[in-house]
Nanobody, 113 residues
Framework: QVQLVESGGGLAQSGGSLRLSCVAS????????MAWYRQAPGKQRELVAR???????NYAEAVKGRFTISRNNTENAVYLQMDNLKPEDTAVYYC???????WGRGIQVTVVS
């Protein structure tokens, strides 16, 4: 059974940085598309960034130039480096494996001005 465990969230000042990590269990991580989503209070869950096995990446317009997704196949991990954070980035962030439709439990990111 695949499990995704997020870490690294917390509180940041506007303009600051945080790095989220997601460690995945299960075989053949290197062949899997991985993604980060977020859900702000009262809003729908939305895609933040996605990376495929070949390193092809796409980002939501709202985070382009500020967030960076990466992966380490040796450690079965995917990361989200968040720079120049804004209060509107406040949300619960979820790690997601789309094909198997597996979600992590989510981790809170709060940005204060």
């Amino acid at each position: 059974q695949v499990q995704l465990v997020e870490s690294g969230g917390g509180l940041a000042q506007s303009g600051g940085s945080l790095r989220l990590s997601c460690v995945a269990s299960g075989p053949e991580f290197e062949k899997r598309i991985m993604a980060w989503y977020r859900q702000a209070p009262g809003k729908q869950r939305e895609l933040v960034a996605r990376i495929n096995p070949f390193g092809f990446i796409n980002y939501a317009e709202a985070v382009k130039g500020r967030f960076t997704i990466s992966r380490n196949n040796t450690e079965n991990a995917v990361y989200l480096q968040m720079d120049n954070l804004k209060p509107e980035d406040t949300a619960v962030y979820y790690c997601h494996r789309p094909v198997a439709n597996v979600w992590g439990r989510g981790i809170q990111v709060t940005v204060v001005s």
